[in-house]
């Protein structure tokens, strides 16, 4: 599988996987990282040596993209039936593609609350063995979050009829 290939299958398994009446946009920021992003929250899936690792972005109160690795919080209450019918397939891009298929099936499953834009699971993460401190985001991913997210705020301010002069 070449490297193009495996970005319009990744594309193709969230697009599918994740349900679009959330209203959830897709994203590819380079070759190793693609995202889902909310109305004020982002989910990157980061690719690798076949595994996807995912984090949660969002906003702090000074506006500055923060970020919640909670790969393995979110993995911990997996089950059986988030593996059910999906093939291990043998080769690098086909085993990170597995990976991602289980994580989409996983946060459908058992965290679709946060699919939908509640933050409610930070205070169950925050007393996790999982925990770890939020930082702020890698440069080149929280640049670009940060931007979107900054557009649709402004748009909402525009559509709500407010002042976005004061943002």
């Known amino acids: 599988m070449t490297l193009e290939y495996f970005k319009e299958k990744r594309k193709e ?3 599918e996987l994740i349900d679009s009446s959330i209203g959830l946009e897709y994203l590819d ?12 929250f982002a989910i990157l899936f980061q690719f690798g040596r ?7 972005l969002t906003e702090d109160k000074e506006n500055i993209i923060i970020e919640y690795p909670f790969n393995n919080f979110i993995v911990s209450s997996f089950d059986s039936n988030d593996r059910e ?18 994580l989409i099936r996983g946060l ?19 007393k996790s063995k999982y925990y770890y401190e939020p930082a702020p985001a890698k440069l080149s991913e929280g640049k670009v979050i ?22």
């Open 108 to 126: 459908n499953n058992h965290w679709k609350n946060i699919l939908v834009g509640s933050k409610e699971w930070i205070l169950q993460y925050g």
């Open 50 to 56: 076949g595994v996807t690792d995912i984090t949660y």
């Open 146 to 167: 940060q931007e979107i997210l900054c557009n649709r705020r402004h748009v909402d301010k525009l559509n709500s009829g407010l002042d976005i002069t004061q943002s």
């Open 85 to 102: 019918g999906i093939i291990q397939e043998n080769g690098l891009y086909e085993n990170t593609l597995t990976d991602l298929k289980i």
């Open 29 to 40: 920021i380079n070759d190793r990282t693609s995202a889902i992003i909310g109305s004020d």
């Open 13 to 15: 398994v969230i697009e």
